[in-house]
């Protein structure tokens, strides 16, 4: 039964093309629903925060500083003088405040800041991504930040982009072939494929291909993946990422591999961490993405 049951998942699809890990595949998944709610909550404050800033100016600052009205879970309204002075912070860069940061650079060496008094010389209102320490997780994440100039100010509230830990992919990597060998291999690549299957977290999915025909069976960020050969499939520097996996559960019963993928959540070509597993005849894996 479980042999029919792959091998009908893996009917040759007539002139398929090797996908590429750098096309521009729509990402899939809870990843993006996350990113966009985070997105949707820090417009929200942010617009609040200008309207205050509008209705009393620089006496906002104090507010954004401490009032709970300007704090948002991990989401907090900070604002910049144009000439790139700290002026109020309601979170981790609250020790800046009176300090021009206009060349203060994140730990990949962006000048942020810069960037963003840039921006803001040119129009009311950007974006600006860099990376900053995550207070509630300890864990310096990459970070999106909204932001609005108003006369000579300018008004942030940023966000966090969800990026999942090694600890948290191997639970991930653990929970799928538990499922495997609890509920089948039909059962189980229900679930690693299904939007609301409880295989996905953040930037982490389920994946599976088939041992024999190196087809994938799963794939929680790309669908369309599912019933497509893997054998051809190469990152853009050309690593075979599909058969090197395949060789490595094929010797070892389990492994990890490094290959460039697109992350679903920030929709950019990323280096990712696999660890993966060999359980009834099928490849199962779960990766992080490393930046």
Known sequence: MKSAFLASLCVPVLMMQPVLAADPVPAYGQGPLVQRADESRSQRLLDKAVARFREVGDAAFDE???????????????ALATDGTMLASGGS????????VATMQDSAGKPFFREMLDVAAKSDAGRVEYRWLNRQDRREEQKVTLFRKVGERIIAVGYYVPRATPAQAKDLLERAIARVKEKGAESALASFNALNGGFMQDDLYVFAIDLDSQRFLAHGAMPKLVGTDG???RDPKG???????????????AGELDYA???PVTDKLETKHSFLQRVDGMLVGVGYYTR
Not at 64 to 78: G, K
Not at 93 to 100: D, E, I, K, P, T
């Open 231 to 233: 054998h051809e499939l």
């Open 64 to 78: 954004f500083n401490r009032a709970p009205q300007f704090a948002d879970r991990e989401l907090y309204v900070y």
């Open 261 to 263: 993928w697109r992350n």
């Open 93 to 100: 860069s609250v020790a800046l405040v009176g300090r021009n």
């Open 239 to 253: 690593k075979a990422i599909v058969a090197d996996m395949v060789n490595i559960v094929s010797r070892k019963g």
